[in-house]
């Protein structure tokens, strides 16, 4: 179906999907964005660890190739590493966690000892579970991420209108902005994150979409942190932290359904991160939260990404669903989803388990 591509969300996804469809060879298309800047929520506000590994094997496979795309980038997207493999320190019992015992298999990854764990994180406490070292992982350079795709974005062509926020979508034709305005447009994308079922619901898709929160915490420990060390990453009472630029970030791996309008930070879970911190951190480390945050995630109805076309609305396509894996994994996607657009299917042998029109056969 040739013509314009209207896209909405310029977040990691719609950057990703616009770079992805020009690369494939489509000239007209327009990203509209509905705060004034780019990726200023969820994409900004996410933790960027490149950490594969995880529980649905189905994701962890995709997620591997995002990391491989990452660490050796398309000639035109960036000309060096878009992630750094300063490590990911894994705490837990792989005879107990299936996608552990995955991780400690993986060639790139070996067990530590307790005093090379110590050496290795100077920051940990004695840790009482195996730990495993995933050396080829660590952290994505999401700054230099967005600015490698809003400047392949310029060199392609792609329209970008910011301060744009889509309130209908009319397939097929086009879609009407929050101020009355008619946005012509033969294809419609939804990269919209938190925002897409309602968005999608306004063409008549059924499909269902679930905004969840995580919080994140950024805290001085009143000691000098070293980017090079690895990231730590706990199994049970799930806890991870990284250095950053700012401070040493935290979180407490949980998850809760929320309303993105209304999805402030809950002291109580900031305070559990606050807790599982003092239990993983040295003792001696004074622990002074300065930010905490929470963070979007939205996941399709089956937990896993929903990418391509509709299911019953002829001309509309999405890239959503990516739930909190966006910064892995959204370039794969983006290819994906760009390959089922300009040859009406992909090959992908993954392509089905995210295939939108997975959701049909179970409606009545």
Known sequence: ????????????????????LARAGERDIV???????LALRATRSNAAILRTPMPDE???????????????????????????TNGVVLLGDAARSTWLARAAARPSTRPL?????????????????????????GVIKLGALLDALQAALRRQGVRVLAGSRI???????????????FHHAERLVVASGAWAAPLAATAGSRLGFQPTRRHLALVDIGARLDPRWPVAWAEEEPFYARVSSRGLLLSSCDEQAVDPERAPADARVVATILERARARLLPQRQIVLTHAWSCLRTHGADERFVVGPDPAVEGLW?????GGHGITCGLPAALL????????????????????????????
């Open 1 to 20: 179906m040739p013509g314009r591509i209207l896209v909405v969300g310029g977040g990691i996804a719609g950057l990703a999907a616009c770079w992805a």
């Open 31 to 37: 990203l509209h964005e509905q705060d004034e800047g």
């Open 58 to 84: 189905v994701l962890e496979r995709f997620a591997r190739e995002g990391a491989a795309l990452l660490l050796a980038p398309p000639a035109d997207l960036a000309t060096a590493p878009l992630a750094r």
């Open 113 to 137: 000892a307790p005093n090379e764990l110590a050496l290795l994180h100077p920051l940990l406490a004695a840790q009482h579970e195996p730990a495993w070292l995933l050396g080829d992982e």
């Open 167 to 181: 309130a209908r979508l009319e397939p097929g034709r086009g879609a009407h902005d929050a101020q009355g305005r």
């Open 318 to 322: 999405f890239l959503a669903g990516l």
């Open 337 to 364: 989803l760009a390959e089922h657009m300009t040859q009406g299917r992909s090959s992908h042998p993954l392509a089905a388990a995210f295939d939108p029109r997975r959701f049909a056969a179970g409606r009545g």
